[in-house]
């Protein structure tokens, strides 16, 4: 009898340490992806051209994202594809538009949006300069019904991810908007 | 405990001797049912588990996430300028025999309190030819004239500094269109046509005709928002919300067929709709309120038995010359017997595919593999980053192999790069076998970069096999699909939906399993200009269409071919008919195409440039070198006012994996998957605490006496 339970726990056991190592590698390959990004940005900051953060990648860092107050860097990736969008924050459209949608995960590199408060600084590394604006807005969007507007010369940075933020389930149709104008006296 | 069992292990083991001998059954069901208490055997089992579970979580971490080649080109409408703007689309289609007259009308309204400028992207079917464009703004109208690309972009440029309102439509892909709008006033309507000529395709005895709509922008119910503080960042609020000057529906969709022919049957494959008859055929209206309009639009018509058509040749005289068209009608399926031949089924398992996609590809190879002869040879190739062959040599199709065959394609998911050119490589180099024609069924979402590459591959290694290209998903690359196949010397087929994928499949067996008329040579006469000139195979029920021009009005045309081996020929009289002068559109039209192609067998390109600028401008066809522009003469907006701008990405194909537009799925979902390994965990600590668990100890207990007991290792006869 006990070794059929033996058996069984080792099942069991084993089934949970496989879930957990899968549903942790996701906040692990997230991390670890910022980690190998940081040093193609290392790369493309020194002159190269593209820089791929890992062999097979079709993508490369393009920005750094950060807020100071709390303490968050991270690097923003070319190209809004659910792929990418493992690995970092995506830049939406063009690196040459002035108004900048930015998403990313809620549960892995987004978690600190929902602490961001009108003020809050924001900075961004972009396009060979860097730029700062403030938190001024902060919204929840249904997108069943609405589809962002981007205007190239606009000066504006947004922030999207996923709403509610401790929904268990994925795939919903809202989303947490957080919009940042540049600082009086930033260009 | 496994000091005690030590104790009674003697007294245990000469009873278990004797059990053995006298139960030989009985014994092994009982140590297989018990399990194995024996240190040794359990390491055995724990071992293969260990390593199972070690395997596994390898390949997990080992899991690449490897680069998507999709283009991901979004149709839709592009403002720079009014915060709010709204689109609607209607389409007639006016099909007359075989072509297709078709206008697309869309209504754009700048509802934003400034000037605006729109982009915006669509698709086009196979091959239409782009002719017309008129613009009405207000009570205006205006009417586009192709010019040479460049010539149209300054023209544009220039009208849109001087505040004129000014159109320009421009080809960018075979079958992707942009239209770009200047000048539109705050709150203007303005409704752009947009006209084109299509054939229409015909096989199997069901004609058919699509249309792509992946561009259309969505409707909706009422607009929930949920502010928390008023936003600057416009959003675009989709057009059902508020009431439309032109209709509250996004897209009016009206057929009318006109076929000269007794129908049997109409049908529209993925929308609803409604036919009333006329006096000269039917009319069809898409009925569906379009809550979704990311779908191909494809109507299907069969002529009643016996009115299918025939070898036929209609001609058009335009003074000068005598534009012609002949439809090559194949010989009938039951005078050829079929022939062996050797099925090569290659799978596209890329990331582009994951979805529903991949389960149609899936669902479509099963069916292939029913449809396989005794004579046949078969093997499947899957294709991603990298390939895998299923054997190493095809196969006779005995059971054994199909189901390895199934068991593999059950297990294909879509993960990883698309990298097409080695798997076509492996399948169309594999050692030909003297008595089988090899087909190559390829399947795919064909989304893939290098198409031109690919297709000079195929040119160049095909040899003798053939290529038939299965198309999936709802927004395929067909553009790339049909030429592959034609330069495959094979044929397209289209999967839409799941449920289209017996049928399809179906069709593409009837389709290659007879032989095709082969080396076929058409007897123009003198200085004509015929295409395409390279005359492809002629299979069961695919008629093929070939235009020429031709000096003066032919006598008669005649065909040749070989039919296994043995000559073939055929003969058509000129029909002369009115209202054909489409044919020269047509004509023309294949003339480019056929230019276009050959660049992929190293024509200049300059070249094939400017043959194609002058026969565009001669024909009045919208091509890569040549748009459609239209310029209001008299400035709208006042000099000192600005554009502005603003972008509405469109649908996203139906089937794909992503579930918002203009937003990503932002939400990885790990801690739902942590919370289920903490329930396992859970469970697996109960287990570990109340080992027998507690109904599992009451019957223990009871049984303990009575039960002989496990035998010692050595007396198990395992493995």
Known sequence: MRALSHWRFAAVFITAAFLSLNALWIPAKAELAQWLLERSWNDIQAGAEWSPPWPWADTQPVAVLSVPSLNIRQLVLEGDSGRNLAFGPVLRGSTSSRDLVISAHRDTHFTFVRELEVGDQVSIEIAGEKRTYGVSFQEVIDTTHNALVIEPGIDRLSLVTCYPFDAIDTGGPLRYVVTALPLPGET | ?719
């Open chain 2, 1 to 719: 405990m496994r000091h005690a069992q030590g104790n009674t292990s003697s007294i245990r083991d000469q009873l278990e001797q004797e059990a053995r001998h006298l139960y030989p059954n009985l014994y092994q069901r009982l140590a297989r049912r018990r399990g194995v208490k024996q240190k040794r055997s359990l390491r055995w089992q724990d071992r293969t588990l260990l390593i199972v579970a070690a395997v596994l979580m390898m390949a997990l971490l080992l899991r690449g996430e490897p680069a998507f080649a999709q283009d991901d080109i979004e149709y839709g409408i592009e403002w720079s300028g009014g915060t709010a703007t709204a689109v609607n689309t209607q389409i007639g289609i006016e099909i007359t025999g075989m072509v297709a007259r078709a206008e697309v009308t869309q209504v754009f309204q700048n509802r934003g309190s400034d000037w605006a400028e729109a982009t915006y992207r669509f698709p086009l079917p196979e091959g239409a030819a782009v002719d017309q464009l008129q613009i009405e703004v207000g009570n205006r109208v205006l009417v586009g004239e192709i010019q040479e690309k460049q010539t149209a972009r300054r023209i544009y440029q220039k009208a849109r500094n001087n505040g004129q309102t000014a159109t320009l439509v421009e080809q960018q892909r075979p079958n992707q269109f942009e239209t770009r709008l200047a000048n539109v006033a705050p709150g203007e309507v303005v409704r752009i046509t947009i006209g084109f000529l299509s054939t229409v395709n015909y096989r199997d005895g069901e004609f058919s005709f699509q249309f792509p709509m992946t561009f259309t922008p969505r409707a909706g119910g009422s607009n929930q928002r949920f502010e928390l503080e008023t936003s600057p960042r416009p959003m675009l609020t989709s057009w059902a919300d508020t009431p439309s000057p032109a209709s509250t529906h996004q897209l009016d969709l009206g057929i009318s067929l006109q076929t000269g022919l007794v129908l049997s049957k109409i049908d529209s494959r993925y929308h609803d709709v409604d036919i009333h008859p006329t006096t000269d055929g039917y009319h069809i209206f898409v009925t569906e309120q379009l809550a979704r309009t990311d779908r191909i639009f494809e109507l299907t018509w069969v002529p009643e038995l016996g009115t299918a058509p025939q070898t036929s040749l209609t001609t058009w005289e335009d003074g000068d010359s005598v534009y012609a068209l002949l439809m090559l009608a194949p010989p009938l399926q039951d005078e050829v017997a079929p022939q062996p031949r050797e099925v090569i089924f290659v799978i596209d398992t890329s990331g582009s595919m994951e979805g529903e996609s991949i389960k149609q590809a899936r669902s479509a190879l099963l069916h292939g593999l029913a449809y396989l002869e005794q004579d046949d040879l078969f093997n499947v190739i899957q294709f991603n980053s990298g390939h895998e062959q299923l054997f190493r040599n095809p196969v006779m199709p005995m059971t054994a192999e199909l189901e390895a065959a199934a068991d593999y394609i059950e297990g294909l998911a879509a993960n990883g790069g698309t990298n097409m050119g080695p798997a076509l490589h492996a399948a169309m180099t594999l050692p030909a076998s003297t008595d089988h024609l090899r087909q190559i069924v390829f399947i795919t979402d064909g989304s893939v970069g290098n198409e031109h590459d690919l297709l000079l591959q195929i040119g160049e290694e095909l040899g003798d096999s053939r290529l038939f290209t299965v198309s999936i998903g709802a927004a395929p690359n067909t553009w790339f699909m049909n030429k592959s196949s034609i330069i495959g010397r094979g044929s397209h087929t289209h999967i839409g939906k799941l449920d289209a994928v017996e049928s399809a499949m179906a069709d593409l067996w009837n389709h290659i399993q007879t032989p095709a008329l082969m080396n076929i040579e058409v007897d123009w006469g003198m200085d004509s200009e015929f295409f395409p000139e390279v005359i492809p195979d002629l299979y069961a029920g695919e008629p093929l269409w070939l235009y020429a021009k031709l000096p003066s009005q032919p006598r008669e045309v005649s065909i040749n071919g070989l039919l296994v081996d043995s000559p073939w020929e055929q003969h058509a009289q000129p029909l002369h008919s009115k209202g054909n002068e489409t044919l020269a559109t047509l004509w023309a039209r294949s003339k480019i195409e056929s230019l276009e192609d050959s660049r992929l067998f190293g024509t200049d390109p300059q070249w094939i440039r400017e043959q194609v600028t002058d026969l565009a401008l001669d024909y009045g066809m919208l091509t890569a070198y040549t748009s459609l522009v239209a310029v209001d003469k008299t400035p709208a907006r006042p000099a000192r006012q600005n554009l502005r701008s603003d972008n509405i990405p469109s649908l996203l194909p139906a089937g794909s994996s992503a579930n918002a537009t203009g937003f990503s799925a932002t939400a990885a979902g790990w801690k739902l998957q942590l919370i289920l390994s903490f329930i396992t965990l859970a469970i697996a600590s109960g287990l570990f605490f109340f080992p027998t668990g507690l109904l599992g100890r009451k019957s223990a207990s009871t049984r303990q006496p009575m039960a002989p007991s496990t035998p010692p290792c050595r007396a198990i006869p395992t493995a």
